[in-house]
């Protein structure tokens, strides 16, 4: 039983997410099966935002709330009032009807108003000398592009240089696919309320959330074991546990052999790379298959990678005898070259890990197999399904699940908050580690081959690919350490060992 309390650090957030209609189901069950009052959730959730706000911020005096006229205004207004009473200078803006406020919401701002507190309605500008921006404006029930006058005030927030706390989730953000609705806060903090929702970990999600907060104000177990989570949060630190040292009588028998097809003319890189990456991962013995031209560069570089020439598909056939996983599409092409070998693995028995032009040569004849991992970035899948990346970004969670039931096996749909899919009866998983500078040439070229290593030691296909996602992504963070900009994929080759080994991760 996941343990729920207000954890600020993300390596102790809950696993379990859930879409926005599962947790205002948890909300009613609160209140109505176990007689929480809502009043009492909306003080709880307040009291949680204000002391999170006095650890995060210790030093602010003058602090701006933003309401709007539901339940996340009305946790607004208890911030502000707590604010109050602890002596801080505090100016509420009102964005739509005040006299639409009701219930508890309308409660707490009386409560807020019975102290004079300073409460007016919003117009296009901002004051400028808060020291603090609480954004209470849109919840997690938001369906529609915030337009007009909203978008205008979200805009200002998000100009006005000043740091910002989203309460439950910030104003503009879908709950469930985490795409802005035509305008979203970007808040330096979150803090979320009963559960976390998945769309703040995809897509624009981690971009508007920073650094998330949670707290469960105290709804009891039972209520969570109502809902089957939606998806699961996956960070290296909870996937390292799953490893463990080796035993000393093994050998590099025990821990597979990986052959890489791919690195047409002018893209030997891409393969040398997924090589590499499935040697610092662990594989027992990597193979890379690739044109004669690339064979000095690789063995001069990483003469560990057993490197042979492959001028016809025909020259598969004694490598992949002897291979356990096949990785192919790094550097393949989609000439003829890299058609017939694409042909020729597809006819083979060992589990495959496909990405790059490997899935743009599926997307042009499509089939299904249940033995290998597909990892595409949005544009790949987009081809995969016959639709544009727009399409794509606006529903991640769909779009990986659509693809793997077209094409089956284990689908990473990669991007801000790569998302891990496998059969229908298990919930999608969802990387929360990485940064941005891995938007570089080579990153899935690595990818590739740290989730065929982890096949290759026997690991199952969605196990394997989770690993394989964190993993990249903890190395990838711990190499942005000397700057995003400028990481290059090969930065991360250190880090992978380190990491892949249980007592330096």
Known sequence: MTEYRSMPDKDCLPAALYRADQVREMDRLAIEEYGIPGDTLMERAGQAAFDLLRRRWPDVKRILVLTGTGNNGGDGFVVARLALQAGLEVRVLQLGDRERISGDARTNAMRYAA?????????????????????????????????????????????????????????????????????????????SFIALKQGMFTADGPDCCGEIHFHALDVPAKVYASQLLSARRLDWARQKELLRPRKRTSHKGDFGHVLVVGGDHGFGGAARLCAEAALRTGAGRVSLATR??????????????????????????????????????????????????????????????????????????????????????????????????????????????????????????????????????????????????????????????????????????????????????????????????????????SHLRRLANPDNG
């Not at 017939?340 to 032009?357: H, I, K, M, N, R």
């Not at 790949?380 to 606006?394: G, K, Q, V």
């Not at 998983?429 to 990485?434: E, F």
């Open 115 to 191: 102290l004079s507190g300073e409460w007016q309605l919003c117009g296009d500008d901002l004051p400028r000398d808060a020291d603090l921006i609480v954004d209470a404006v849109l919840g997690t029930g938001l369906e529609r592009r915030v337009e007009g006058r909203w978008a205008r005030v979200l805009g200002h927030v998000n100009a006005a240089r000043i740091p910002v706390l989203s309460l439950d989730i910030p104003s503009g953000l879908h709950s469930d696919t985490g795409v802005i609705l035509g305008t979203a806060v970007r808040a330096d903090a979150t803090i």
């Open 292 to 493: 004669r031209e690339h064979l000095s560069a690789v063995l001069a570089g990483r003469p560990e990678i057993m490197t042979h020439a492959v001028e016809e598909a025909s020259g598969l056939a004694s490598l992949t005898a002897r291979a356990t996983v096949i990785a192919i599409g790094p550097g393949l092409g989609r000439r003829d070259w890299g058609a017939a070998l694409w042909e020729q693995v597809l006819g083979l028995e060992q589990p495959l890990v496909v990405d790059a032009d490997a899935l743009n040569l599926l997307s042009e004849a499509p089939r299904r197999r249940e033995d290998w991992v597909l990892t595409p970035h949005p544009g790949e899948a987009a081809r995969l399904l016959d639709c544009s990346t727009r399409d794509i970004h606006a529903d991640r969670f769909g779009a990986v699940r659509e693809l793997q039931q077209r094409y089956g096996g284990v689908v990473v749909l990669k991007g801000a908050g790569s998302i891990i899919a496998g059969d229908a009866h298990q919930p999608p998983a969802v990387c929360c580690d990485g940064n941005p500078g891995m938007a570089s040439g080579g990153m899935g070229d690595v990818l590739t081959g740290v989730i065929a290593a982890w096949l290759a030691q026997s690991w199952p296909a969605r196990e394997a690919a989770q690993l394989g996602v964190c993993l990249h992504a903890a190395a990838a963070d711990k190499a942005a350490r000397a700057g995003e900009r400028g990481l290059l994929a090969s930065d991360l080759m």
